[in-house]
Structures are given as C-alpha cells and as structure tokens.
C-alpha cells in the first residue's frame, strides 16, 4: 500500500477561522480524494482532488467551503473554512489508482481531527 | 437515504471463535465491495474486496461472502483475534474505477481473550 501522511493529525481551531490540512503520499496516484467522518458516522466523500483542474464535490459539499489543490500526482490539500462547531469532524485524505494495486482499493491518511469550538 | 447499512453497531466474541459481521446494501448496481478496520486515532486500513462477479473471496484469516439476490456480505475473521478489536466498515460503489465509496456506519467489533 502507499504511505500517505497527512498534517496536522488534529487541531483546535475558533469559529470564523480556517483550517488546511496536507495530504502527502510517497508515490504518484492517479486519484485523491477527501473523505469527512463525523462524530458517531460513516466516512463521507467530500470530493474528487483533479491533478490540474477543479476538484469534483458531491452532493452537499461546495468549494467556497472546503477549496482543495492537487498540483502535483503526490500532494493536495483540503481547506475547511469560515469553521464552525459543526465541522468538527476527522477529515481523511485517501489514494486510488496507484500502478500494482488492484482495480478498486482505496488506501487512507491517518486523518486529521478537526476540534471547533 | 443510507444506500449500505451495518445493522449492528457493536460485536463481542471470544479468542478464537468466528467473528461474523454483516453489511446490507439496497442498490443492485453496486459492483465493487471493500471491508476496512479501523483503529482509534488511525485512518481506515483496507482489509479485503470483493467484485460483484464473485460470491466469495478469502485472505488468510478474512474471507468476504456477498450474495447478491439478497443485497448482503459478510466478513468473516477465523480465528479472532484481540488485535481484531476495532470498527469494520464496509464499502460499496457502483463502478471500481470511480473510487466513490460509499461507507456503512461501522460495526465496533471487541475479541475477548
């Protein structure tokens, strides 16, 4: 599997603030992605990260609020902005597509814990 | 709507006896399955998957059962293990190459030695 790193492991951040979170992995990866999971809930896709173009959002996720970057195949980063309490969630970095891997196996960051008070 | 569903949020079972947990789905289009373990303060650990092609599929210890006309898998851990304890999720999506997942709720699984 890919080493994936992501940084900060967890923050305590005001409302109003921003937050980016750094997701790294030791290999170039044909798809990045953001995953959030609530207090209590299942992983939930916030969005594709494109190398070189906009990141994909589903349902529910706007780029005002969460803007990402890829600008390479190793590296993106998720911002949640304008916090409030109820973001405060563990956001996931996760990898896909890497040459060897079987079609289909998603591989996750350690995450990163986001308290909002 | 939850499209994949684990019913039961936790599970004991004794040091080397099966663990089984269940994940139900409601979309037949589903064509790819994944299980995760997850430990506190970690991030999912892929486990095994298993294509809508095939009824079964094992690695050592976990063996991934999916019968389609009843929308259901199973994952199953002989034997259990302490090191076992955590939240299995699992995950369904419509095409493998997407990588969009979508995730059950988890089950918290405790092996008692």
């Known amino acids: 599997s890919a080493v994936i790193s992501q940084k900060p492991s967890r923050d305590i951040c005001q409302r109003g603030t921003s937050l980016t979170i750094q997701c790294q992995v030791d290999s170039q990866v044909t798809m990045m992605f953001w995953y959030r999971q609530q207090p209590g809930q299942s992983l939930t896709l916030i969005a594709t990260a494109n190398q070189g173009s906009e990141a994909t959002y589903e349902s529910g996720f706007v780029i005002d609020k969460f803007p990402i970057s890829r600008p390479n195949l190793t590296f993106s980063t998720l911002t949640v902005s304008n916090l409030s309490p109820e973001d405060s969630s563990i956001y996931l970095c996760?990898?896909?597509?890497?040459?060897?891997?079987?079609?289909?196996?998603?591989?996750f960051g350690e995450g990163s814990r986001l308290t909002v008070l | 709507d939850q499209q994949v569903k684990q019913n039961s949020p936790s599970l004991s079972v004794q040091e080397g006896r099966i663990s089984i947990l269940n994940c139900d789905y409601t979309n037949s289009m589903f064509d790819y399955f994944l299980w995760y373990k997850k430990y506190p303060a970690e991030g999912p650990t892929f486990l095994i998957s298993?294509?809508?092609?095939?009824d079964k599929n094992e690695d050592g210890r976990f063996t991934v059962f999916l019968n389609k006309s009843a929308k259901h898998l199973s994952l199953h851990i002989v034997p259990s293990q302490p090191g076992d304890s955590a939240v299995y999720f699992c995950a369904a999506t419509l095409e493998s190459g997407t990588y969009k997942y979508i995730f059950g709720t988890g089950t918290r699984l405790k092996v008692l030695a």
């Open positions: 996760s990898v896909g597509g890497r040459q060897g891997w079987e079609t289909g196996e998603l591989f």
């Open positions: 298993i294509s809508s092609i095939k």
